[in-house]
T-cell receptor, first 115, second 113 residues
Framework: DAAVTQKPRYLIKMKGQEAEMKCIPE?????VFWYQQKQSKELKFLIY????????QIDMVKERFSAVCPSSSLCSLGIRTCEAEDSALYLC?????????????FGHGTKLSVL | GEQVEQLPSILRVQEGSSASINCSYE??????FPWYKQEPGENPKLIID?????ERKQIQELIVLLDKKAKRFSLHITDTQPGDSAMYFC????????????FGHGTILRVHP
């Protein structure tokens, strides 16, 4: 497994509260991805950063999430107003596209529970 | 965007037998196909992958096959063990060299002693 670090491991929020999750990509990786996984089902792509710039994101992220990757050493994914449907495992991964390390390895994830 | 179909959703096999999971994709530009194994409470872990310049790849008991013409790829686990019980996901890249993956819905594999 690659060294992608995510914090916190668990996050509990009330409906309407703000949530923030952090990701430290593997050193040297320029691409950062966030995926959402509900109840051990399929991984849903949320947003992709390349060299700190968001290059692709789904509508839900544009509307209700805030995501930044100001440096290649720390990225964050935030939910402005949590809803019950946001309860999920949020997985961060990083890679070096086109390079020798373009495989995606995931961090342990942040499990968000919205009550 | 890319769509990936994965079957079956649940697979039960006897220890020592083989297990096969099949995936299909739509975008002919996809050229990278990884497989992930996820155990309860854990993150998905990359177990094997194949690129479009190959048709077959084997790592120990894991075999992946790729049929680019049919846009299908598959994972075969030979001599299954109870430790192989987990959720398995196939994925395909977008073909744009971004590293972005589209995942299948997953297969729950149960290996019975």
């Amino acid at each position: 497994d690659a060294a992608v670090t995510q914090k916190p491991r668990y996050l509990i929020k009330m409906k309407g509260q703000e949530a923030e999750m952090k990701c430290i990509p593997e050193k040297g990786h320029t691409a950062v991805f966030w995926y959402q996984q509900k109840q051990s089902k399929e991984l849903k792509f949320l947003i992709y950063f390349q060299n700190q710039q968001p290059l692709d994101q789904i509508d839900m992220v544009k509307e209700r999430f805030s995501a930044v990757c100001p440096s290649s050493s720390l990225c964050s994914l935030g939910i402005r107003t949590c809803e019950a449907e946001d309860s999920a495992l949020y997985l961060c991964s990083s890679s070096q596209p086109g390079g020798p390390n373009e495989r995606l390895f995931f961090g342990h994830g942040t499990k968000l529970s919205v009550l | 965007g890319e769509q990936v179909e994965q079957l079956p959703s649940i697979l039960r096999v006897q220890e020592g037998s083989s297990a096969s999971i099949n995936c299909s994709y739509e975008d002919s530009a996809s050229n990278y196909f990884p497989w992930y194994k996820q155990e309860p409470g854990e993150n998905p872990k990359l177990i094997i992958d194949i690129r479009s310049n190959m048709e077959r790849k084997q790592i120990q008991e894991l075999i992946v096959l790729l049929d680019k013409k049919a846009k299908r790829f598959s994972l075969h686990i030979t001599d299954t063990q109870p430790g192989d019980s987990a959720m398995y996901f196939c994925a395909a890249d977008t073909g744009a060299n971004t590293g972005k993956l589209t995942f299948g819905h997953g297969t729950i594999l149960r290996v019975h002693p």
